[in-house]
Nanobody, 122 residues
Framework: QVQLVESGGGLVQTGGSLRLSCVAS????????RGWFRQAPGKEREFVAA????????YYADSVKGRFTISRDNAKNTVYLQMNSLKPEDTAVYYC???????????????WGQGTQVTVSS
């Protein structure tokens, strides 16, 4: 089992920044890859960013490339999502997920956090 707890969400104006954190506990070695996904009201959960176990490989959705950065600190069992130049369409609940390999596919992740709300006002 891997437990994931997200934090750092909130209300921000268009053009602002937020940094999300995801702290993992449990058998983290079994699911070393991490992904961030988001879900807006009435929409499917969609991929945002992913990172490999050692941070050497990162992947981004086209909609966030150049604005969001995923990183990790394995000593702290924490993954971050730095979000800059936020837009109203970034408003969603953001979820952290753990899997074997970094991927943009939800089905590759076995464990999910409870999510943190990000709201971007226009």
């Amino acid at each position: 089992q891997v437990q994931l707890v997200e934090s750092g969400g909130g209300l921000v104006q268009t053009g602002g920044s937020l940094r999300l954190s995801c702290v993992a506990s449990g058998r983290t070695f079994s699911r070393p890859a991490r992904g961030w996904f988001r879900q807006a009201p009435g929409k499917e959960r969609e991929f945002v960013a992913a990172i490999s176990w050692n941070g050497a490989s990162t992947y981004y959705a086209d909609s966030v490339k150049g604005r969001f950065t995923i990183s990790r600190d394995n000593a702290k069992n924490t993954v971050y999502l730095q979000m800059n130049s936020l837009k109203p369409e970034d408003t969603a609940v953001y979820y952290c997920a753990a899997g074997v390999e970094a991927s943009g596919a939800k089905r590759q992740y076995d464990y999910w956090g409870q999510g943190t709300q990000v709201t971007v006002s226009s």
